[in-house]
């Protein structure tokens, strides 16, 4: 593969900034630029940061790149309410990957959520569900859509809030998580965002959809 161009929307969170650290260290990539709407306390020669209004992404223009990994995403209760989390997670999502388009990308890396469905009676899983429909129909050459399991990480270390649903999570892992099917087991941030970089890599077109268990198989550490 030739070398590429990478923009990681909401690197700031747990797995977009696992992704921006990943892709720094990848040499496949030659740049990397960050859209969030605060800067990351980190240097790079190679990482150029985008500090934006989602609000106002339409009349912005993205720097040129090949490949957009969105990790952009929030949580009910942190948005404030139901209109709040689909604005985040649907229409931001949606207007940050047109903006990457404009600036010529051509495939994307998207992180869902395990259970989305547009029509899911559960309100997140349906919010996710129409997201990835609405992603599709951007016309990328190709797309990944991750859906990760309960995920584990150090938010602290990012200056963020704890979610209960993650510490769930961390009390899962382990022997205990042996006890749930694949698909449901807790899922490490860094291994969502190592097999999001690795099924990228080998999608040349058309959608793929990346369940948890996969997502931790693609995920594992080579040496």
């Known amino acids: ?115 989305a469905n547009p029509r899911s009676k559960v309100f997140y899983s349906r919010v996710k569900g129409e997201v990835e429909l609405d992603v599709c129909a951007l016309g990328y050459a190709a797309a990944i859509i991750a859906r990760p399991s309960l995920l584990i990480g150090e938010r602290a270390k990012l200056g963020q809030p704890g979610r209960p649903i993650e510490q769930l999570a961390q009390f899962l892992r382990g022997p205990l998580s042996l006890m749930l099917p694949p698909r449901l087991r807790p899922i490490e941030a860094s291994s969502v965002a190592r097999a999001m970089i690795r099924a990228l890599k080998i999608t040349e077109t058309g959608v793929r959809i990346v369940e948890s268990d996969e997502l931790a198989r693609l995920g594992e550490i080579v040496y």
Not at 10 to 36: E, F
Not at 72 to 92: E, P
């Open 1 to 115: 593969m030739n070398v590429r161009r990478a923009l990681v929307i909401g690197a700031s969170g747990l797995v977009g900034r696992a992704v921006t650290d990943q892709l720094l260290a990848d040499a496949t990539y030659v740049s990397v630029a960050t859209l969030t709407r605060r800067p990351i306390v980190d240097y790079n020669p190679r990482l150029m940061q985008l500090v934006v209004d989602y609000d106002q992404l339409s009349t912005q223009t993205l720097p040129p790149v090949d490949d957009v990994f969105c990790c952009l995403g929030t949580t009910i209760k942190v948005a404030g309410s139901r209109d709040a989390f689909r604005k985040v997670d649907h229409a931001y999502v949606v207007e940050s990957l047109r903006a990457a388009q404009r600036g010529r990308a051509s495939r994307l890396a998207l992180v869902s959520a395990s259970g």
